[in-house]
Structures are given as structure tokens and as C-alpha cells.
């Protein structure tokens, strides 16, 4: 179901293509959810353990831009894979400001082992599109993620 709206012919289009968007968000979110929860894991959590994981040390502020996390939600989120033992905070030696994250090897092998399976999950979840509608999909939500953040 789209808007209701009565609006301009552009306003309804856009709200239609924004509400199937956040549905689709939504219910692709609370599936991942649940499969991340049996490892004791949030959404948030595993964004940080994968950027960690694929790119390497990084300072806690590039980590909180990346994911989209304010500076008090990924102290909380840091905080939580801390006690587990998964990261680190490593404090410059110049800069006490500066943290860089970093994967213990408890959080290495935890992430290492994780997260295949957690791309077979998507994949399957995105089984519903084929190779060159995922391209395209891909290509529209960067072009469009851009040019909202061009605006702001």
C-alpha cells in the first residue's frame, strides 16, 4: 500500500517510493535481527565489528560516521563489544582524544566466523531480485543517499 496523500503528482510518487522503501528496510532489519540476536549481537554492534573486520583499525569517530552513529551511540555500542572482549580502544599517544578501535583476536575469530553466514542471510533475503536488478537497486540507493546528503 502506497500514500494516501493528496498532494502533487511528485510528492505522491515520493512518498509511495519512500513508504515501500522503509517497509522493505524494515522487514529486511528485523529479519537480520533475529539471527543476529542468537549470537548476542545488534545491527549496530555488527557494523562495527565488520568495518574492523574489512578495513582495519580505525579511529571511533570514522567508525560512528560510517555507520550512521552518533558520538554517544557508538561509545554505548564500543562500550558493549569492550566487555565482551571483541575490541579494544587504543588512545593516541600525541592526543588522548584520538581512540582507534581495533578486533582483539577473540573479536577476529568471532567476526571471522560470523559473517559468512550472515552474507549467505542477505543474499537469500535479496533472493527476490535477480543479478542486474541488485545492480541497479545499488546504483539508485547511492545516487540517492548522495544527493540527500548533498542537500543537508
Known sequence: MGTHYDGTDDEVLALDAYIKLMRCTSVL???????????????????VLEALHHLGPM??????????LSG?????????????GLVRRVRGQEDRRYVQLQLTDDG???IADLFPGHAERIAGLMGGLDADELQQFGELARKLGRSI???G
Do not use: H, W
Not at 529479519?31 to 549481537?41: F, P, T
Not at 554517544?72 to 565482551?84: A, D, F, P
Open 29 to 47: 532489519t528485523a529479519q537480520l535481527q533475529r539471527s543476529l540476536k542468537e549470537r548476542g549481537l545488534t545491527v549496530s554492534q555488527l557494523g
Open 59 to 68: 579511529c571511533q569517530r570514522d567508525v560512528g560516521r560510517k555507520l550512521l
Open 72 to 84: 554517544g551511540n557508538i561509545t554505548t555500542v564500543v562500550n558493549n563489544l569492550e566487555k565482551r
Open 108 to 110: 577476529m575469530a568471532f
Open 149 to 151: 546528503e548533498d542537500a
